[in-house]
C-alpha cells in the first residue's frame, strides 16, 4: 500500500455573517411569505414582483432584510401578539437588525416597520399612494424614506442618538 502526501494551499474563508440566508423569488399575484428569523446574523433577501404581494416579517440579533416588492399594491407587515399573520401588524427588527425596502408601483404599496436598539431603515417608494409607517425605539435607530408620487411618510422615533431622513 503506498501512501501519497499532498501538499494544499490554505483556504481563506470571507468574513460573512455565520447566520443562516433565505433567498426567496415570487412573480405573479397575492404571494405571501411568512419570515421569521432569530439568534442573530441572519440574511433574507426577497424579490416579489407582480399584483398584492405580502411580505411578514420577524428579525432579532442584527439581521438583515433585503426585499424588493414590484408592482401595484404591496404591503410589508408582521405577526400578531399571538404570532399570527396579521396585514396590519408591524414587521419587527431588534438588536441592530437592518431593512432595504423597495416598492416600485404604487397604488397602495405599504410599509409597516418596528425597530429597536440600533436598527436601521431605508424604505424607498416609487410610484402613486404609497404610504411608509415606521416606529424606532431604543436609540441610535437611523430612519431613510424616499417616496416619489402622491406618498405618506410616517416616522416616530424615541430614545437618543435617533436620525430620520425623509424625501418626498
Known amino acids: 500500500m503506498a501512501v501519497v502526501l499532498l501538499a494544499v494551499p490554505a483556504v ?15 412573480v405573479g399575484q397575492e404571494n405571501v411569505v411568512h419570515l421569521t428569523q432569530s439568534l442573530g446574523a441572519n440574511e433574507a433577501h426577497i424579490s416579489q414582483a407582480g399584483l398584492g404581494h405580502r411580505a ?17 399594491g404591496h404591503r410589508l407587515a408582521g ?9 396590519d401588524a408591524f414587521a419587527l427588527q ?6 432595504v425596502l423597495q416598492q416600485i408601483g404604487g397604488m397602495n404599496s405599504q410599509a409597516f416597520v418596528d425597530q429597536r436598539d440600533g436598527s436601521i431603515a431605508s424604505i424607498t417608494q416609487f410610484g402613486s399612494d404609497n ?31 435617533n436620525v430620520a431622513r425623509i424625501i418626498q
Open 131 to 161: 404610504a411608509a409607517y415606521l416606529i424606532q425605539s431604543g436609540g441610535i435607530n437611523d430612519a431613510s424614506v424616499i417616496q416619489g408620487g402622491n406618498a405618506t411618510a410616517w416616522v416616530t422615533q424615541t430614545g437618543p442618538g
Open 94 to 99: 431588534f438588536d441592530g437588525s437592518r431593512l
Open 12 to 26: 481563506a474563508q470571507s468574513a460573512e455573517p455565520a447566520g443562516p440566508r433565505a433567498h426567496i423569488s415570487q
Open 56 to 72: 411578514r416579517l420577524e428579525q432579532t440579533g442584527g439581521s438583515v432584510a433585503d426585499l424588493d416588492q414590484d408592482g401595484v
Open 79 to 87: 405577526f400578531n401578539t399571538v404570532g399570527e399573520p396579521d396585514a
